[in-house]
Every structure is written in C-alpha cells, then in structure tokens.
C-alpha cells in the first residue's frame, strides 16, 4: 500500500510502498477514507535529530477515518463495513484517566510504549491504518468522511478548550478568537453553538477574518498592536471573559493578555512558542525601624529629615 512517511530528519516527507497491516487479537484494519493535515506534523518535522522523539520511518497523519476492512479476534464493537472516525490519543484503557475517557491524559501510555497514530504509531496517511482497539473508533453515523476526518483533532482540541471555559460563557459574555485557521475557525462555530457569548475573532489575514464572519463570528478584528484595546471598546473597558489563542506566539499572547478581563481565562492552544508571564503577590519583605508611642513624635521628625530607611511603624504596646 501507499503511505506518507517521514524517513529522515530534515527531510521532506516521501510517498513509499509499505505492507498492508493484518489486525491482530483486539485490533481493527481500516482503510482510510480521509485523513487530515495539520500543523503540529509541520512542527513535529521541524524538531532537530537530537530532540526527535519518534522512530523512524513514521507514517504521517493523526486525523483519519476510514472504513473497517478487518477485524482482529475477539473484536465485536465494530464489523466490516462500519464507517467510522479515529480517536488519536490512545492510553493504556487501564488507568483511572483512561476510565474516564481522559486517555489523552493517560499517565502510562509512554511508559509502556503506546504512542498515537501519526505522532510515533503508524498513522492514517496511508491506505490503511491498523488501530489497536475499538475503543479508539466512533460512528460517523453518515457524516461526510471529508467533513469529519478534521473534528478528530482540530474539532476536539478548541471543543476541549472552550469546554474548560464554559461557566464563564454566559449571556452578555465575551469570547475572544485568536487566529481562524485550522482550529480556530473551527472554535468560533464551536462558541456559537455552546454558548450564548459574543465571540470576537482575531487574524493578521483579511481573508481569514471574513471566514470568521462566514462561520459566525460577531465582531472581526485585525490582530495588531491596536487590536487590545479594541477589544476592551466592544466591552465597555473591561475586556473579554475568554480568550483562546490558537497562535501562541509571543505577539498574539500580548493581545491575549492585554485583552481579557479581571477574573477572565487565557487558554493557550497554539504552539507558536511564544510566553506569557503571570504572577500573583510575592514575597515583599518591608525594611522597617519600629518605634513606641511615646517616640512618635520623633519619628515624625525623622521622616520630614528623610531619616528613616524604609518604613516606620509605630508599636503601641511595644
């Protein structure tokens, strides 16, 4: 069969001949339908060999959905024919995140070797893809194969995302989009139809920006340095409830700070490689010369001198 693979580090990706895989006990074979493309392989491709993570040769593609052509023994979920999507991070099925259907957050899957499809596991850049368990599978019960292949990581990262920020989405809310690429055009249908939040998209990209409107966004914004404070107009001054960056460079994490209100969530998506400093309190130790009251008085004296180093303070009792 034909499949994408990323054989050298530095190199561009080459269409190879590879076998067919067989399913073993509790694994499905499926020959893909669609598979999508995103900007994290673009990123995974550019890391140098001595920080590469993955073995190679590695089939590209961790969005796929695909029809099932074999099943495995003891496989009973799914049978030949299904239609279905790929759920990319897989974990061990075992632990108490993986019980929870949390296996992106399975803390055992490197451990034991499990890696996703597309990031370390053969992916779905390929006539088939062999999946390890039928778990990982969901119905497309019709969708479109084209439409559906992009909701299984840029439809469920930004839905993971706002999910977070839900409590905070209420009527007369705002919800800021940072970049309406991939995910965040995706994210703006996503706020429309789980929100009532007016949602404000951002782009460097006028064409962008009218795909934003196109897909509902309330207000577009070109994302420069004026774009802050015209979100804080639309809000009356106090900035938006929630703001989702799925640039993540240095640039839009400004806007995003600057952006978001007292109290509001910065939800970092975009793996720009930018930084966003935060802090609350600290430790401030105050340098002080302690006086009693009878010595007031002249401590007085001494602040209107500029004789005092730090602060004074006063012990009544003292």
Known sequence: MKAVQYRRVGHVPEVVEVPVPEPGPGQVLLRVTAAGLCHSDLAVMGWPEEQFPYPLPMTLGHEGVGTVAA??????????????????????????????GKENCCPRAAGLGILPPGLGSPGALAEYLLVGSPRHLVPLNGLDPVQAAPLTDAGL??????????????????????????????????????????????????????????????ETLLSDGAAAARVRELTGGTGADVVLDFVGAEATLAVAAASVAVAGDVTIVGIGGGTLA????????????????????TAYERLHAGDIIGRAVVLPHG
């Open 278 to 297: 935060v802090g609350f309190g600290g430790g401030l130790p105050s340098h002080v010369e302690t006086f009693t009251l009878d010595e007031a008085p």
């Open 157 to 218: 990262t930004p839905y993971h995302a706002i999910r977070k920020s839900l409590p905070k989405l209420v009527p007369g809310s705002t919800a800021v989009v940072i970049g309406v690429g991939g995910l965040g055009h995706l994210a703006v249908q996503l706020l429309r139809a789980l929100t009532p939040a007016r949602v404000v998209a951002l782009d460097v990209s006028k064409e962008k920006l009218e795909l934003a409107r196109t897909v509902g966004a309330h």
């Open 71 to 100: 099943v495995g023994s003891g496989v009973t979920a799914v049978v030949e024919g299904d239609d279905v999507a790929v759920y990319g991070p897989w974990g061990c099925g075992h632990c108490h995140n993986c019980a929870q």
